[in-house]
């Protein structure tokens, strides 16, 4: 249960209703907002009367969260989660959706990359993704350039204004991924290497968190709170595909109703991954329309310079052309949808 | 392989390609089109030079089918497939994506239907829907009023204007079914009853076909193409969401990606059933655009005139103002984005 | 609920509690068993009291069932239903495993079949099977023999003394199998085809139920139900393989934990079918295994004279000499495990 | 491709192949056997004429590995890898099944978990299993004692004299758990955590790798093909169940063919955890009666001394006295069955 406290609540009030939780044997997290003091209370509710609880001075509210995520719960904070960036790029709530946009993985060609990014910047886009290190299925295939990489992502983004988002694959790689970028990303396969989620919810650099392939979405929303509660809010999800009964047209199920969902049980910001939910190119287009007008905040796309010789995924890449085009639509139809971006999900109950 | 004659070929050109087609073998099907005549063959290309028949007199191109449906491949028909009814309707192509809205199973309760038709017609809805037969899954469950329902359904829909669709459960229903209904169902359950399919290929009526919850697109394809086979064309796709490992939130995973991956394999149009999809109210409008921005030719939606009473789905079924509310912003943004409707999925290859 | 009455119940004293229900809106229906009559009653236990209904007079319990079938549940019946035929053959409860052997289809090869039907009688074999009607994923697959291959099952059955089963796939044709067979198979596309499972609910030949493969255990047992209510209680189930992500290696994932999980909650035998199950020949040996340790009643496994030539699924048939040694296998395994073979699921609760 | 080498090839001729690998961009990396050396080359077949490298002196046979994994491939080692330890435990091969048995977390109550051990050990289990550090889906979870759980289990396993298996979750941990374990497990969601599977294959303990929930039997393979790559052959698999779309009536599907097929594609050891599989007691026996008749090397099993008070997975856990019951079960099985347990997949082809 969440405990919330009147806005003329008392320092003393609040250490009072901390010693009850504490001495009927709950577990009392204070999270200090700017309106409100909240107090999350984890423990057994039998033993103590709500009743007495909400008679105590300066609690406005007991509120029951029904679902076993709190902190990333709607229940406990009902307004959309905006996250703000240094250079006014904000991500959630009504903001104009974001693009996140560039190679599977970085290669030794930095040229290439400064073309997306450079590319991508000149079109509007916000942020410059790519990967160092790369989680892959065999061991055969090309797993990352490494720091090289990171390097290179944080020049092209110095030069043209890009936010950098770059997966993390371990927690002994986060000092080095945190000094070059803006954003880390947890891969679809870590989404529950919980030792990971810990250690990315104690940095304070946002996080996009990817759905595992066969992830529910309390799953996945509990893999949020994982690194909520470990103190770092600012997490982005990213719906990137599901595993179905047929791979033969696409690589995995994009599943676009888990955004209304997740608008509806959460107050995280969610973005739409198509290239590797569908895997397909051509779907792209089509797919990342059906994001965005079932609410997502943004949409990850991978562009590369050449396709043809990307190292990883370039079958679902888009060539710099193409995106371009991609982009014009899907930006049109940002424009001509933007006004009623809000709350697609939760005007029929 | 399909043999696409000349323009000009003669009756006796025709005759000798099926002639020798036989004499190897294969089973070999004529359709007369309005520009070209095309024989379809079925049998073991190794036994006939492929060289030597396009080598005939009035053949003008041997193209190979790659995929196991043939009369429902694109690769036959480039063109989009359009469905015109009697009153000017249509369907697939270029046109408004329409609107099939109406109760799960009509109820003894001609009044709702009717005030259901009334509200549909008077938005500019083209099809009342409305199940007379009910497949569920147990026996104890409401399973349709029967020809009392048909007979409900075909008043409410002349006295509105609307076309009538309903779904056909077992071959010995056809001749009832057909007398009240302008356009069959057939049920996702039923998506590999063959001897349904079969019958209703022999029927002149269009037919909905729903995706079976475990059909992969080539099953669902290879349907399509039973009914195609014995001699109906006229076949609307309808995807309506396919199972997921995960029903806390939704009843099933709404298939979005389906729409155009369908598009770029066949020429059939394709429709979106949000509520079955989904099973949930709330999800129905965003699920809806969705299905529209990535090419769906109509939605169907089920509408109540009471939902909290319905015998059947209730939970998933919209009220009346509920309907005009999601149904004002639907044809929103069908009007914002019509121009562009067309050839979504197919502009980047 | 069900009513369960003392074994000195007069006919009065039932037919009180018959009355009773019908004025309180529930439906009835009489089972006379050989000890006990129970009533099954259905409609809104809120307008009833328990209490009252338990102490009328000839009430000896009053039982609610927890799981929404009914007839098929193990709480209405708690030992396990046996099935017998003519000839003396058992299939359920401790009765040893029986097998069910023959061509996926029959075809136009009598001595083809006959050398199948004698080989599987002389290892001991129960069942002949073979498909006269074909449901097949593409219209241009070979369909069946039809009539002509049920003449063919009867000769053969008559001749070895096998029992003959064979699947039907529409309720039109029900008479002419029932004419053939000695037990009617409805396929695993056809589980939840509704008027089907009426049909052969009002004939009184014992049906092998297959497991729709995206079907979960309670809609598989519901589907049984709808046999059961429409007064057939012989019903076999049998499982073959669930739809699964991957099917690189086999063609279904044969879910052996649906034997026991069955084995709990239905009192029905339950038969396993590796060969559709797995799609795979060298499985057929491990799985039938599996399936027999986890508590089957039975196997039915395709073999077929010459599988090189089948005209579907000859990949996954075996040969008369394999299936020789797998029988062999398997039936050293039924006699080592026999006395063991009964409750292996039901003693851990 | 794989080099076989003559038994006479000399030091030089084997050079010469490395050499000659080399020059054309091959990474080759060399295997030496008790018998034959064996070279794995990686890279483009496509610049080297097989011809060429089948004529050089010393060289018995190239072969090409058909599948993505090649370290974990029969088609590279065709008899079945056996893992012993120290004290003469064996797992793989013709082997008798071995035993892993204990808690789910290890609890703070050594005495508990020495009951269990003792248990297991008078029965002839060969393995203590429990969680030091535990994953869970929500952050408010017991997640284990950390090393004073690594302290309890060595102290019950050099009591007992059962061999230790435990849980890594993170690389950093590695010394640690070295330490105290004799195998290392690797959960079912790390699966595809590479950085745990690189740390691993880099130390000299055998690992138990759990299959991912919705992993494909490729995937699982390439898995361990990470751990072998990096030098550590000692890899035994475990199924554990995979996702399937209904929860209702067990935790996961348990997949029992995925035995039998990676008995044919692999010559890694492969194990069955039934509690995880099936998330239901009654289903322990019926499923590892399934998992050992269909090739498995063994079953790892929940045992607690006290279910009903588990911080973790009580539900599934058996107590000690149902062990006892289930053990007896099993070993009696192993017994009869024990002859023939070698290669139950491969006979038939």
Known sequence: MIIIMEKTATVENIQAVMDKLKEHGFRA???????????????????????????????????????????????????????????????????????????????????????????????????????????????????????????????????????????????????????YADVIQIGARNMQNFRLLKAVGKCNKPVVLKRGPASSIK?????????????????????????????????????????????KYSHLPIIVDPSHGTGQRYLIEPMSKAGLVAGADGVMVEVHSNPAKALSDGKQSLSIPQFRDVFAKLNNLIDVLHLEKTNVASQVE
């Open 29 to 179: 997290i204070l999270h200090e907002g700017d309106v409100h003091t909240v107090i999350d209370a984890l423990g057994d509710k039998t033993t103590l009367s709500l009743n007495r609880l909400e008679a105590m001075e300066g609690v406005s509210q007991v509120k029951m969260i029904r679902e076993p995520y709190r902190l990333a719960s709607r229940d406990r904070k009902p307004e959309d989660t905006v996250i703000e960036f240094d250079n006014g790029v904000k991500i959630g709530g009504n903001n104009r959706p974001v693009f996140m946009v560039g190679p599977c993985s970085v290669e030794d060609d930095y040229d290439g990359l400064l073309e997306v990014a450079v590319a991508a910047k000149e079109l509007g886009c916000q942020f410059l993704r790519g990967g160092a290190f790369k989680p892959r299925t065999s061991p055969y295939d090309f797993d990352g350039l490494g720091e090289k990489a990171l390097q290179y992502l944080q020049k092209a983004g110095k030069e043209t204004g890009l936010l950098v988002v770059t997966e993390l694959m371990d927690a002994s790689d986060l000092e080095l991924v945190e000094k």
């Open 219 to 263: 799953e996945f929303l509990l893999a949020a709170e994982h690194i909520m509660y470990n103190g770092n809010e600012k997490v982005i999800l990213c719906e990137r595909g599901i595993k179905g009964f047929d791979s033969s047209y696409t690589r995995n199920v994009l599943d676009i109703s888990a955004i209304p969902v997740i608008k």
